[in-house]
């Protein structure tokens, strides 16, 4: 199916222009949301803003077009989820916990 564009009329033009973006737009929505799918709520990511350094954060909420990320200073991005990777998570040294359990040696039972 083709359209010769040089047969319409300034109004069906302007009709043509509207369907075309409204059309564009449903794409791109599908692409994003295809997109946000591959991440969850409370997943920690990872993105670049153009001129600063990388932002790490967790994703909070899904939006229409974009996902919220809580950062980890307390800020908050919404964000196109085409920008975002996985962040590695963090290797936290936990100390151990206090405990009232004391290892006591088993008796020597040779000797009994």
Do not use: C
């Amino acid at each position: 199916m083709s359209i010769d564009i040089n047969q319409l009329t300034e109004a069906e033009l302007i009709d043509l222009n509207h369907r075309i973006v409204a059309r564009l737009r449903v794409l791109r929505q599908l692409e994003a949301h295809v997109t946000m799918l591959e991440f969850r709520i409370g997943e920690r990511v990872r993105f670049r803003p153009e001129g600063r350094a990388p932002v790490t954060g967790m994703i909070t909420r899904y939006n229409k077009k974009t996902v919220s990320i809580v950062t980890d200073d307390g800020h908050r991005w919404n964000v196109s989820p085409q920008f975002l990777e996985r962040s590695e998570p963090e290797a936290r040294t936990v100390p151990p916990e206090p405990s009232n359990v004391v290892a006591l040696p088993l008796p020597d039972t040779h000797s009994l």
